[in-house]
């Protein structure tokens, strides 16, 4: 069956770092992924979306990679601040009907 | 972008009863989506709702317990059925555009 994994623990970092999420999933070819950020008690927001054919996707301080061959998606947070601590979720999709598989989640903890 | 409202935010239900959320959209959408959210777990398809349709339901998701209703392009409900402690989870509507899922922000419900 269709897997998606994420970092299962709770990742701390300093604040002016570099966070590193990582997206892995088996049984499954997907045509895009995307990241979404989600604080506690709210509905996910949209981050970034990079499709099959992409490797890199930028967008300010985010950077989101995709090897389709290692099935994997690496998300970064560069020069990162308390306000990014979140949960993010990677959801893998196909075809054009905007239905989602998601991810466990991975909780980002910055340090001041 | 679409803009989406939930309600209730939350609720308090006993068990055996059924509890209707309602979704309203600022635009016209043609599918919306309904997830679900356990405690501590990542974001599940329930159903895809389409407009003069019935919902298609996912792999463990019947009509008779989550009943879907799509009356316009605007709006659409979802009944938890019968409620147990296992339903206590968020609930959440969904609608894409562009490729990019835009949540509401949830409807927590806690069963007793």
């Known amino acids: 069956s269709q897997k998606i994994e994420q970092n299962s623990e709770a990742l701390n970092i300093q604040e002016g770092k570099t966070a590193t999420l990582t997206c892995n999933y088996t049984?499954?070819?997907?045509?895009?992924l995307q990241w979404y950020r989600q604080d506690p008690g709210r509905g996910p927001v949209f981050l970034l979306l990079?499709?099959?054919?992409?490797k890199e996707k930028r967008k300010e301080r985010l950077k989101v990679t995709f090897d389709t061959t290692l099935k994997q998606s690496l998300f970064h947070i560069t020069a990162s601040q308390p306000a990014d601590s979140a949960t993010y979720l990677c959801?893998?999709?196909?075809?054009?009907?905007?239905?989602?598989?998601f991810g466990t989640g991975t909780l980002l903890a910055v340090q001041p | 972008s679409a803009v989406i409202s939930q309600k209730p935010s939350r609720d308090i239900c006993q068990r055996g009863t059924s509890l209707t959320i309602q979704c309203q959209v600022d635009?016209?959408?043609?599918?919306m989506f309904w997830y679900r959210q356990q405690p501590g777990q990542s974001l599940t398809l329930i159903a895809t709702?389409?407009?003069?349709?019935?919902?298609?339901?996912e792999s463990g998701f019947v009509i008779d317990k989550f009943p879907i209703s799509r009356p316009n392009l605007t709006f659409s409900t979802l009944t938890v059925s019968n409620m147990s402690p296992e339903d206590s989870s968020i609930y959440l509507c969904?609608?894409?555009?562009?490729?990019?899922?835009?949540f509401g922000e949830g409807s927590r419900l806690t069963v007793l």
């Open positions: 990079i499709r099959e054919n992409e």
């Open positions: 049984n499954y070819s997907p045509a895009y």
């Open positions: 959801a893998l999709g196909s075809g054009a009907t905007n239905k989602l598989i």
């Open positions: 635009s016209q959408v043609t599918m």
């Open positions: 969904s609608v894409g555009a562009d490729g990019e899922l835009f």
């Open positions: 709702a389409n407009q003069g349709s019935e919902a298609t339901y």
